[in-house]
């Protein structure tokens, strides 16, 4: 019956006593889960595919069975755990058949059990669409679109559901983030946007409202993004108005403040399509003190800084136009031959390579670590654009309001596709990416 059934998911998943289902809910998940594996396999594996996922769907019927006849003790495994051994196994297939074209780096993992719990018709209800996401060292944040924020661990288990006492009227989660360098308190603090332009910053451990923040904006909140510090914070509407706002935690009673300085009014530079903070690498760097920022608008890309004060700082002779014949609109879109095409922005920090080899005579020879300066990649369209910022010697009347001691090296990359995401991996990526894979057979 459905009591036993809702009581093996529940145990299966790890949602004792937050998830309600029926054996239908059950029935579509598989359901989904098998369109998922359909859509994905390629044509020559179908069969496959269809076949790992009929077993799963009758090993679930089954299972079902056997609980509506009082024989629950003999199911060894729940029916969304065939589901996902169903997904896995008919995945696996096609990553054989990789060997002829192109050697991804890569290993995809998808998210099987947060997809099920997503996919549930009933938990769409109670807890509404996923909208927006962050993936956080200890958490996986998942905001949806009645005003919730889903907080999963990296086991893909559900901790908590933060924002239930938040009154309707915020409307739904439009971005969340975390601090990078949290520690003591800050650790456990997440920051969300809402569609009302409101700001509140909650307790990921307890899941109360730290600080509520009614007026931040008065649109909808595009973008939330910490700085290295972790108690200041840039967020953005979709009219491209910046505020800056500073969070502070008093000593002995824990009640936290909230300071809110306007950095752009939005009429200077429109809509603000990408919000990217520099984070610091594991080096020092001049870049550190700058506190840099880069931000995409519908024309061009710029890098500002905030330095240590709260003194905005624009870069001087610095043009990051948007490149000629990618559109941000699907109204131009119509007369133009790229399709439309948003801004991507990814910081690579400053940091110092692990020792690397090269090929000598008779052997290898040990090279030293390198230094790496910071690295803006932007993606738009079918260009990618590399901004290195470089250590330059400040000059005695260098003008307060532009940034002073950097200077910046511009390159481009072109593609025959667009772009759609861009980031940077891990250096020790790069120390085995100059090793070419074998031809295949």
């Known amino acids: 019956d459905d009591v036993d059934l809702q009581d093996i998911l529940a145990e299966a998943e790890g949602f004792v006593g937050q998830v309600d289902v029926s054996e239908g809910d059950v029935e579509q998940v598989l359901r989904e889960l098998a369109g ?18 009929a077993t799963a769907t009758a090993t679930a019927a089954t299972a079902a069975a056997a609980s509506a006849t009082g024989a629950s003790a003999s199911v060894s495994s729940a029916p969304v755990e065939m589901a996902e051994t169903a997904a896995v196994s008919a995945l696996e297939a096609p990553a054989a058949a990789e060997q002829s ?6 290993d995809c993992a998808k998210f099987v059990r947060v997809s099920a719990f997503l996919g549930l018709e009933s938990n769409r209800r109670e807890v509404g669409l996923p909208t927006c996401i962050a993936v956080a060292n200890q958490n996986i944040l998942i905001g949806t679109s009645h005003g919730l924020v889903l907080v999963f661990d990296h086991t893909e288990n559900l901790r908590l559901i933060i924002g239930r006492n938040l009154v309707y009227e915020y409307g739904p989660v439009t971005a969340v983030d975390t601090p990078p360098f949290a520690e003591g308190p800050r650790e456990t603090w997440l920051l969300c946007g809402y569609q009302g332009g409101q700001v509140v910053l909650w ?9 509520v923040i009614t007026d931040a904006h008065s649109h909808s909140v595009a973008f939330l993004r910490f700085l290295n510090d972790g108690v200041r914070v840039l967020s953005a509407d ?21 300071e809110r300085i306007l950095v752009l009014n939005g009429k200077q530079t429109g809509s603000v399509l990408a919000l990217e903070p520099l984070r610091v690498g594991n080096t020092a ?22 330095g240590d004060g709260l003194t905005l700082r624009m870069c001087e002779n610095l043009k990051l136009l948007r490149p000629q014949g990618t559109v941000t609109d699907s109204v131009s879109a119509a007369t133009v031959a790229q399709p439309s095409a948003l801004p991507r922005l990814s910081w690579r920090p400053a940091h110092v390579s692990e020792p690397r080899t090269t090929p000598a005579y008779g052997g290898v020879r040990q090279l030293g670590r390198e230094l790496l300066d910071p690295v803006l990649a932007i993606a738009w369209g079918c260009t990618i654009t590399f901004v290195t910022v470089r250590n330059c010697p400040s000059k005695k009347n260098d003008n307060p309001a532009r940034l002073s001691g950097v200077d910046f090296k511009v390159g481009e990359y072109s593609t025959n596709a667009e772009i759609t995401n861009i980031a940077w991996l891990g250096p020790h990526v790069r120390n085995h990416a100059h090793t070419p894979p074998p031809p295949p057979p």
Request: net charge negative.
């Open 238 to 258: 979709i009219l491209g108005v910046m505020r800056l706002h500073i969070f502070t935690t008093a000593m002995f009673f824990g009640h936290v403040s909230a």
């Open 36 to 53: 998922e594996i359909h859509e994905e396999v390629p044509e020559a594996d179908h069969t496959a595919a269809s076949e790992a996922t």
């Open 285 to 306: 760097h001049v870049t550190d003190a700058l506190n840099l920022f880069a931000f995409s608008t519908t024309k061009r890309t710029h890098i500002m800084g905030l």
């Open 101 to 106: 074209g192109m050697v991804s780096v890569l």
């Open 203 to 211: 307790d990921v451990l307890t899941g109360k409202a730290l600080k």
